[in-house]
């Protein structure tokens, strides 16, 4: 049995499937047979401005999702980080051992902080310590996330390592756990992208609290191609981007799905 932890940052904006398929089909997955823990992280949605009450109402939302899409509180503990003030106190720890360099080569600051331009709040720069001190708190042993977040988990490893070096023995090393299939699904509307929830046009992502009328409206504008066999060529990048949710969503393998489409066209599929 493993200890595994993750957080989600609460959101006005439900995920989007490319974030189920990334990371929450796994926090899933590990919760039978581990000590699973899961996080609505609120302190690192204060790194950018908040509305009060609009964030106590996402974190409700979110905390509300997770249940909804099947982790279940009797094989799992889902909790919200400020209801555990170890967090923050543990985080103010591992940012004193952390330095600017390290800090400052993280590439969501980087790509975040270029949106402030002179007023970078200073809660971004530091954003990495707190995650860090998340995932060490409980001896996490596996972080299953998303590929945009294997520096970060990177970065707790390090600090955990710099710790217990200067001080004996104290955290669980930890390992991140990314999908082998699936990690990056890309935009439904420019396949050469990932699916972004900041993604101006409105039929880019499917979120998870879309109705079914508002999904398959979208799956039906998707981008695809001129060629008219539907099989898993990855040089397809639209039409392989589509039958690889499929497949990931059903549990199907490639042959059965090429099988399956033979002599259909895109409508039908």
């Not at 932890?5 to 899933?28: D, E, M, R, T």
């Not at 555990?84 to 790509?111: C, N, Y």
């Amino acid at each position: 049995m493993a200890t595994i932890f993750s957080g989600i940052q609460p959101s006005a904006q439900a995920p989007h499937i490319g974030n189920y398929i990334g990371a929450l089909k796994q926090w899933i997955e590990l919760q039978s047979g581990n000590d699973a823990l899961y996080c609505v992280v609120d302190l690192h949605a204060l790194t950018v401005p908040q509305d009060p009450n609009k964030l106590h109402e996402s974190i409700d939302q979110t905390y509300a999702l997770l249940l909804s899409i099947g982790l279940d509180p009797e094989k799992s503990t889902v909790f919200v980080q400020s209801h555990v003030p170890a967090h923050a106190q543990l985080g103010w720890v591992l940012q004193t051992i952390s330095t600017m360099g390290e800090l400052s080569r993280m590439t969501q600051f980087k790509d975040k902080s270029a949106k402030f331009k002179d007023s970078i709040p200073s809660g971004l720069f530091t954003y990495p310590t707190l995650m860090a001190a998340d995932i060490v708190l409980y001896d996490t042993q596996i972080v299953p996330v998303g590929e945009d977040q294997i520096q970060h988990v990177e970065l707790a490893r390090n600090l955990a390592q710099r710790f217990n070096n200067r001080f004996g023995e104290t955290f669980v090393v930890p390992h991140v756990q990314i999908k082998k299939e699936g990690a990056r699904i890309m935009s439904l509307s420019d396949p050469t992208k990932k699916m972004s929830k900041s993604d101006e046009n409105k039929h880019a992502a499917v979120f998870l609290n879309d109705t079914p009328d508002m999904i398959a409206e979208k799956f039906a504008r998707a981008v695809t191609d001129s060629q008219t066999e539907i099989i898993f060529d990855p040089a397809r990048n639209g039409l392989y981007n589509l039958l690889l949710i499929y497949k990931i969503l059903t549990g199907k393998s490639e042959m059965e799905i090429e099988q399956e489409c033979a002599g259909k066209g895109y409508k039908e599929f």
